[in-house]
């Protein structure tokens, strides 16, 4: 098991490289669908289908970015995005999520997570909601209003 301090340094962006994005949604569609999106600037390094394969694949693939769904069986986008935060990973937290609830978007970034995406707008908003992500800017899709 890597030490906290060894963790965190593992996950520093090489701007050479491009971002590793980890994907978690629990449905496969989705998954292909957002791969496929970001394939060309990123590096997808793995998947994960509910929340606590999402903490697995978190630890031992060490992503730039987090895109994960907001609810997943096992266990739910929130409670996964606590338990990263609690264990000192300094992933960005991009949240995917099918409701335009403000109530949802507010409580993702008070977990720390630095975008809210709306489903029905991954297209337009997820490859600017992940760059904003890396430089620390926040973003909630358009059709929210917080």
């Known amino acids: 098991m890597l030490t906290l301090d060894v963790y965190r340094a593992r996950i520093t962006l090489n701007p050479s490289t491009k971002p590793r994005i980890l994907l978690a949604d629990d449905h496969p569609a989705l998954l292909a669908e957002t791969a496929s999106l970001l394939q060309r600037d990123h590096e997808v390094v793995g998947t994960a289908t509910n929340g606590l394969e999402l903490l697995d694949q978190a630890e031992r693939l060490h992503p ?39 109530d949802f978007a507010r409580e993702a970034l008070a977990l720390g997570a630095e975008a809210y995406v709306v489903k029905s707008r991954l297209a337009s908003d997820l490859v600017g909601a992940i760059s904003g992500a890396l430089v620390e800017r926040q973003f909630v899709s358009p059709t929210i209003e917080l």
């Open 64 to 102: 730039n970015v987090i895109v994960l769904d907001v609810s997943m069986p096992v266990m739910g986008g929130f409670e996964a995005a606590r338990r990263l935060k609690q264990s000192g990973c300094r992933s960005k937290l991009v949240f995917l999520s099918v409701s335009e609830d403000a």
